[in-house]
């Protein structure tokens, strides 16, 4: 699986978008994006993936540049509860191994 | 239920004993993993179910785990004569084909 770089911080105002990026430039052509998020002491949950084109759910939208090379997950109005570490993964769909979340990205959401 | 369920949430042994841990995944959903994390580390692969395939044992760490899915849905994750090293939260996670990855709350296991 292709390996991502993620920024370690970032913080957002509460009620504004946040955005985060990855960097994937290594990605191959049947590689999915996806993007889960963990909270403190909880189990990972999924927010969203995608291909090549852009995706969006009551979550979140998923950015993917036309390169695929990386991609930006959009938080529209962060509340407090989206305080959490996001991490970017690219792996072939569903396939089970090699899932390592890396160090993600800390976002603090400030009120 | 609505989501993908583990049992028991906590789990104290004593080294050398065997456990059991269960996981309920969201119903339809054909895919089923495993997967352990020590704290502050990211997820290891433990196993991979995917309808009546021959599951992906690859990340199984050595031969005293073991993991079983019956009837496609249910699967029940074993660690024979526990080490202390084998403390860990376990998390079982289902998924559509085409889908993300739903995650259960975790088993959180220590051996003592």
């Known amino acids: 699986d292709a390996k991502t770089t993620q920024p370690p911080s970032m913080d957002c105002a509460e009620g504004r978008a946040a955005n985060l990026p990855c960097n994937h430039s290594?990605?191959?052509?049947?590689?999915?994006v996806y993007w889960y998020r963990q909270i403190h002491s909880q189990g990972p949950q999924y927010i969203i993936h995608g291909l090549k084109n852009n995706e969006t759910n009551e979550m979140a939208s998923l950015i993917i540049t036309e390169d695929r090379k990386s991609s930006t997950l959009i938080l529209p109005h962060a509340t407090l509860r989206d305080t959490a570490v996001y991490y970017c993964?690219?792996?072939?769909?569903?396939?089970?191994?090699?899932?390592?979340f890396g160090t993600g990205t800390s976002l603090t959401v400030i009120p | 239920g609505a989501g993908v369920s583990q049992s028991p949430s906590n789990k104290v042994t004593e080294k050398g004993k065997d456990v059991e841990l269960r996981c309920d995944p969201i119903s339809g959903h054909t895919a089923l993993y495993w997967y352990r994390q020590s704290l502050g580390q990211g997820l290891e692969f433990l196993i991979y179910?995917?309808?009546?395939?021959?599951?992906?044992k690859s990340g199984l760490p050595s031969d005293r785990f073991s993991a079983e899915r019956t009837g496609g849905s249910v699967s029940t994750l074993t660690i024979q004569r526990t080490q202390q090293e084998d403390s860990a939260v376990y998390l079982c996670a289902s998924s559509l084909d085409s889908g993300g990855q739903f995650f259960g709350p975790g088993t959180r296991l220590t051996v003592l």
């Open positions: 290594t990605i191959s052509g049947n590689e999915y």
């Open positions: 993964i690219v792996r072939v769909r569903n396939t089970g191994n090699q899932f390592y």
């Open positions: 179910f995917q309808g009546n395939s021959a599951p992906d």
